[in-house]
T-cell receptor, first 111, second 113 residues
Framework: GQQLNQSPQSMFIQEGEDVSMNCTSS?????WLWYKQDPGEGPVLLIA?????ELTSNGRLTAQFGITRKDSFLNISASIPSDVGIYFC???????????FGTGTLLAVQP | EAQVTQNPRYLITVTGKKLTVTCSQN?????MSWYRQDPGLGLRQIYY???????DKGDVPEGYKVSRKEKRNFPLILESPSPNQTSLYFC????????????FGPGTRLTVL
């Protein structure tokens, strides 16, 4: 089935650093979402993007919907230890109208 | 509290022994779905249900069954589990199909020996 390429696979950073991750696809999506999975929990929605070129912020998080509708990025500024987890990009509203999950970015933050 | 619950949270079983993982949501959501999460592969959809008595295959349905007799429950059935079904399983629900806000359960870690 469809799959999204997410990078990097993992990041190990110091507290206070900024983080950037992105997602690309060969397919067009009408919605891009970013979910976070805390250790031992299910994913939780962080940001939803609905329009090509849209830039949306949620606190220290900023995400953009790529102009081509085939990519998205997520930035986290001034990281803190509770940012630890796996971040998933998700494409929605594509040909199958299902949510397609990226492979995930594991983020570790050293205090 | 609005939530999706799954049971059990952890299960170790042997090849061929039928098992059921239950999923229940209290938000009156129409859409429910099962995913499995494997390292390096993200979440892959197993089965989904648009409403009561309506179920359909996702991307990796082989070896699984589901049923949706009531709106709130969506059990995942493994008739004859095999070691390649060792994985972390998530149930999710949303108000409608294709909705961006899917609410995920806490996960069930299954090991098949």
């Amino acid at each position: 089935g469809q799959q999204l390429n997410q990078s990097p696979q993992s990041m190990f950073i110091q507290e206070g650093e900024d983080v950037s991750m992105n997602c690309t696809s060969s397919s067009i999506f009408n919605t891009w979402l970013w979910y976070k999975q805390d250790p031992g929990e299910g994913p939780v929605l962080l940001i939803a993007l609905y329009k090509a070129g849209e830039l949306t912020s949620n606190g220290r998080l900023t995400a953009q919907f790529g102009i081509t509708r085939k990519d998205s990025f997520l930035n986290i500024s001034a990281s803190i230890p509770s940012d630890v987890g796996i971040y998933f990009c998700v494409g929605g509203g594509g040909a199958t109208n299902k949510l397609i999950f990226g492979t995930g970015t594991l983020l570790a933050v050293q205090p | 509290e609005a939530q999706v619950t799954q049971n059990p949270r952890y299960l170790i079983t042997v090849t061929g022994k039928k098992l059921t993982v239950t999923c229940s949501q209290n938000m009156n959501h129409e859409y429910m779905s099962w995913y499995r999460q494997d390292p390096g592969l993200g979440l892959r959809q197993i089965y989904y249900s648009m409403n009561v008595e309506v179920t359909d295959k996702g991307d990796v349905p082989e070896g699984y069954k589901v049923s949706r007799k009531e709106k709130r429950n969506f059990p995942l059935i493994l008739e004859s589990p095999s070691p390649n079904q060792t994985s972390l399983y998530f149930c999710a629900s949303s108000p409608l199909a294709g909705s961006d806000t899917q609410y995920f359960g806490p996960g069930t870690r299954l090991t098949v020996l």
